[in-house]
């Protein structure tokens, strides 16, 4: 678990099993109007992730990529809500602040999908996850924190992960 600066951790994930875990461990810290942005290009395990998060999160909803219908949306039973949206088919920023998406980080965590796509759209500050695919069952995983909160976030997960 290389520190890369203070902001970042790098992992490298050895199985879609362990990026699940690693994306449990995550999603059991998050809380409402929290937005963790994945990137990485097709297949580099980016809605692995958000099946552990959303596990992590305690969702009761099997976890499905949002490709075709933009955004999805996982309860838990305190009734809190993990919104899961991808930007891939999305024409840019515009389409993403006409999804409100202020409303949907008031009621309850956004992960998004390809957020490079909406940059422009983001909250000031979030959870930056970089996902490139290293061979057939390695990924590696660049966490990066922007904002005070967020840095928050990354020392617990970087705890409940790695100890210390």
Not at 98 to 105: A, K, R, V
Not at 113 to 128: D, F, G, K, M, T
Request: include cysteine; charge should be negative.
């Amino acid at each position: 678990m290389p520190i890369l600066d203070p902001n970042s951790v790098e992992f490298f994930s050895k199985s879609s099993d362990q990026t699940k875990r690693l994306g449990s461990r995550l999603g059991s810290s998050l809380n409402i109007g929290d937005v963790i942005c994945l990137s990485g290009n097709l297949g580099s395990g980016k809605t692995t992730f958000v099946q552990g998060m959303a596990n992590g999160w305690g969702s009761l909803d099997l976890v499905t990529s949002p490709t075709f219908v933009i955004i999805n949306q996982y309860r838990k039973a305190d009734g809190g809500i993990l919104h899961h949206m991808d930007a891939y088919r999305l024409s840019g920023a515009i389409d993403a602040i006409d999804l409100d998406m202020d409303q949907i980080i008031s009621t309850g965590a956004l992960v998004i999908e390809w957020p490079e796509l909406i940059r422009s759209a983001l909250p000031q500050n979030y959870l930056w996850i970089d996902l490139t695919w290293v061979d057939e069952f390695q990924r590696r995983i660049v966490f990066t924190a922007k904002g005070i909160h967020y840095k928050e976030i990354l020392n617990e997960f970087r705890k409940k992960t790695f100890g210390g």
